[in-house]
C-alpha cells in the first residue's frame, strides 16, 4: 500500500498543482553519520531532529560530493563536482595562499541554485557558514540570495566576548591577515555586534527569515549552514549539563553542540508551522561531510572520517520532511546526492534550469517517492588529494571501489558490508576494474585545481606531478 501511495505521488504534477513547495536545506558541519538519534545514536539527544526524520524519510544511504566542506559545499550550490571546477581544495582566506587565492571563487557565470530558484520566483536567504569566497562578486547577496547572515569564511569561533576580544587584539597588531574564525558577523554585508552564542544567533535570524517569508506572497529558499559541531569545541554551560555523563572531554562538548543545532531545529520548525507554512514545506537535513572522528564525532557502523573515501568521510545522515509528500516512517535505502539537490529543487519549484547548465546529480525525485533507485545507470563518485596521492571511490548499486590512505584499491558489497571490511576485489576482478576505470575517466576530466588551502600544497603538487592519474588508477597498486 505503501509504495502505491508513493507512485501516486512520484506521478502526480507538482507544477500548476497549488503553490511550489518552500525548500529549507539545513546543514551541519562536520556531523557524524552516527550522532542523530534517528541513525542510531546512545548518547547524544536529538529529539526535534529525531521526530523530523521519524514524520518523514530517512535516508540511509545519502553522499555529498567531496570529504571536506569548502569543495563540499562548491557541488551543493552548483550542482558540479567540485573537482569539475577546478574546487578540490577549501578557499584560502588566511596566511600567505590568501595573497594568491583570497580573491578566487567559483566563476559567477556559474549559477547556483540559489539564484536558480530566485529566478523562479522564490524569496531567499541564507544563514551561518558561507566558505565560498569573500570577494564582492562571490558574496551570497550576489549569488542569489536575498538575505544572509553569517560568516563567510570556513569556521568560526562559538562565544562573542571571546572572538571580539582576539579580533580586536589582532587588529591592534596590524595583522595582514586576520584568522576569519574571529572576523564579525555580518547581515547583507554590514558587521552586527552580535551577543549570542554562534548557533543560537543562526536558529534565531533562521527564525526571522521564515517570519520575514511568510508576509510575502512567494514561496521562500532557505539554506541554513551551521557551524557545529565543527571545531573549536565550544559548548554551553547549559547544554554540557545535559551530557554529564559522558566522560570524554571533546565527546560531551561535541554532544552538547549538536544539542544545541536541534534547539535551533526546533525553533526554525515552529515557526513554520506557527506562520501556517509547514505542510507545504520540504525541509532537508544533512551534514556537509563524515564527522571528524579525532574531535568528538562517531561514524558508525562505517569505516573512515572526514577527509577520506571510506564510507564515513562521505556518506552522511539525511533526512527529508514534507507532510503534503512524505509520509511518515519513511526509509530510502538506496544511493541519493546531495548533487542531486539542484536538478531535483528545479523539478519542485517548476524553476527552469539555467541555459547551457550542466549537472553532475539528477534530478532523484520520482526515484525518492516511488522507492526505486535514481542511481540505477550511474556511478556516485569522490575523490580527496591528498600529499601525493589521491583518495577515491566509485559506486554503483550496492557495490563500491575505494582507494584510500594510497592502500590497494578495494571493493566492497555495501548491501552486506556497510563497514567495509570485507575486500572482494579478488572475488570480482572485472567489476573492480571496471569501477576503476569509470573513477579514471571521470577524474581525467577534471581541471587543474584553481586555488590551494596553502602555498606548500601548492608546491608539493607541482613537485610530484598531481594529480598521477596512473599512479592512482594502478588496480593492485
Not at 43 to 69: K, N
Not at 371 to 392: C, E, K, L, Q, Y
Not at 440 to 466: C, G, K, V, Y
Amino acid at each position: 500500500m505503501l509504495r502505491l501511495f508513493l507512485a501516486i505521488l512520484a506521478m502526480a504534477p507538482l507544477v500548476g498543482e497549488g503553490a511550489p513547495p518552500n525548500i529549507v536545506l539545513i546543514l551541519c558541519d562536520d556531523l557524524g553519520y552516527s550522532d542523530v538519534g534517528f541513525n542510531g545514536a546512545d548518547d547524544i539527544r536529538t529529539p526535534a531532529l529525531d521526530r523530523l526524520a521519524a514524520d518523514g524519510a530517512i535516508c540511509t544511504d545519502a553522499y555529498v560530493p567531496h570529504p571536506f566542506c569548502g569543495p563540499s559545499r562548491v557541488g551543493i550550490m552548483t550542482g558540479r563536482y567540485p573537482h569539475a571546477l577546478g574546487a578540490p581544495f577549501n578557499l584560502p582566506r588566511t596566511g600567505e595562499a590568501a595573497d594568491d587565492y583570497g580573491p578566487l571563487g567559483v566563476e559567477p557565470s556559474e549559477t547556483f541554485i540559489s539564484k536558480m530558484l530566485q529566478n523562479a520566483g522564490y524569496f531567499t536567504g541564507a544563514i551561518g557558514k558561507w566558505h565560498l569566497g569573500d570577494e564582492p562578486q562571490q558574496h551570497p547577496n550576489k549569488r542569489g540570495f536575498n538575505e544572509y547572515f553569517g560568516f563567510l569564511g570556513g569556521g568560526h569561533k562559538y562565544f562573542p566576548t571571546e572572538y571580539k576580544r582576539l579580533y580586536k587584539r589582532a587588529k591592534e597588531s596590524g595583522a595582514k591577515h586576520i584568522w576569519d574564525y574571529l572576523t564579525p558577523l555580518e547581515h547583507n554585508g554590514k558587521e552586527i555586534d552580535e551577543q549570542e552564542y554562534l548557533t543560537d544567533a543562526l536558529s534565531r535570524e533562521a527564525v526571522r527569515f521564515v517570519q520575514k517569508a511568510a508576509t510575502k506572497e512567494e514561496p521562500f529558499f532557505l539554506y541554513v549552514a551551521y557551524n557545529a559541531p565543527h571545531v573549536p569545541l565550544e559548548a554551553k554551560e547549559e547544554d554540557l549539563a545535559q551530557f554529564g555523563e559522558i566522560e570524554d572531554d571533546d565527546r560531551r562538548r561535541y554532544a552538547a553542540m549538536v544539542y544545541a543545532v536541534d534547539r535551533g531545529v526546533e525553533q526554525i520548525t515552529e515557526a513554520i508551522e506557527d506562520t501556517g507554512q509547514l505542510s507545504n514545506t520540504l525541509i532537508v537535513f544533512l551534514s556537509d561531510n563524515g564527522g571528524n572522528v579525532y574531535h568528538g564525532a562517531t561514524n558508525r557502523p562505517l569505516r573512515g572520517s572526514k577527509g577520506d573515501t571510506h564510507e564515513g568521510g562521505f556518506r552522511v545522515p539525511m533526512f527529508m520532511h514534507w507532510p503534503d509528500r512524505i509520509p511518515g516512517g519513511t526509509r530510502f535505502t538506496h544511493p541519493i546526492s546531495a548533487l542531486d539537490f539542484y536538478p531535483t529543487f528545479a523539478r519542485l519549484a517548476g524553476a527552469e534550469l539555467p541555459a547551457g547548465k550542466m549537472l553532475d546529480g539528477v534530478d532523484a525525485w520520482e526515484g525518492f517517492v516511488n522507492g526505486s533507485d535514481p542511481h540505477a545507470n550511474n556511478t556516485i563518485f569522490a575523490m580527496r588529494h591528498r600529499n601525493g596521492f589521491s583518495d577515491v571511490a566509485a559506486r554503483r548499486g550496492k557495490w563500491k571501489a575505494c582507494k584510500a590512505y594510497n592502500e590497494p584499491w578495494r571493493l566492497h558489497d555495501l548491501s552486506q558490508d556497510r563497514a567495509e571490511e570485507v575486500d572482494l576485489s579478488a572475488n570480482h576482478p572485472k567489476l573492480l576494474n571496471a569501477l576503476v576505470l569509470e573513477a579514471e575517466q571521470w577524474s581525467r576530466d577534471h581541471p587543474q585545481p584553481r586555488w590551494f588551502h596553502d602555498l606548500a600544497t601548492r608546491e608539493d603538487w607541482e613537485q610530484r606531478e598531481m594529480p598521477n592519474h596512473e599512479s592512482t588508477f594502478s588496480v593492485g597498486n
